[in-house]
């Protein structure tokens, strides 16, 4: 009789702790949904609240004899226009200009074989021509335009031996 007694109080022992095992579990249960979701870390904040980075727009020229020049040399630049920071960045090369170059630049407002002043000085003329300018709104609203060339100056040729109308690139 002990025995059963003892067996008994061990049974309802086990029972009782079972349910409060499952009452906690389901205390926590219920925590868990009535809790708000985490706060956002603020780098993840920040990102979010962040509009996605402006893709740099990518531009080319094909450097060629300017008008009225008979010339053999050639050229290229390739240029990126970066909205955001308002920078242009370029990389100009040539070959076989009648002598060493004196001077280069991007000329602009014109229309393709027309002449403007220059607009963005290079430090440096010899190829290539590497670098970056700041650009104001009217100015990139010009280059968007089509409405640049760069133009590379020899001693023979003063007005430019090759230039190229910068385009957009497609």
Not at 41 to 53: D, E, G, H, L, R
Not at 79 to 98: Q, R
């Amino acid at each position: 009789m002990k025995n059963a007694w003892i067996v008994c109080a061990a049974a309802a022992g086990a029972l009782l702790a079972g349910c409060a095992h499952d009452k906690d579990a389901q205390d926590h249960a219920k925590m868990d949904h009535a809790m708000p979701a985490p706060a956002k870390t603020a780098a993840a904040a920040s990102m979010a609240a962040k509009p996605a980075a402006a893709k740099a727009m990518a531009y080319t020229a094909a450097l060629a004899a300017s008008p009225g020049v008979t010339t053999t040399a050639t050229g290229a630049a390739t240029l990126s226009y970066d909205a955001a920071t308002h920078t242009l960045t370029y990389n100009v090369t040539y070959t076989g200009l009648s002598g060493p170059a004196v001077a280069a630049h991007i000329h602009g407002p014109a229309e393709p074989g027309a002449n403007a002043p220059p607009v963005v000085l290079f430090a440096n003329a010899a190829s290539p021509i590497t670098g970056t300018a700041t650009l104001t709104d009217a100015q990139a609203a010009d280059l968007a335009a089509g409405k640049y060339y760069v133009n590379v100056h020899t001693a023979a040729n003063k007005g430019g031996e090759i230039r190229g109308q910068i385009k957009m690139k497609m």
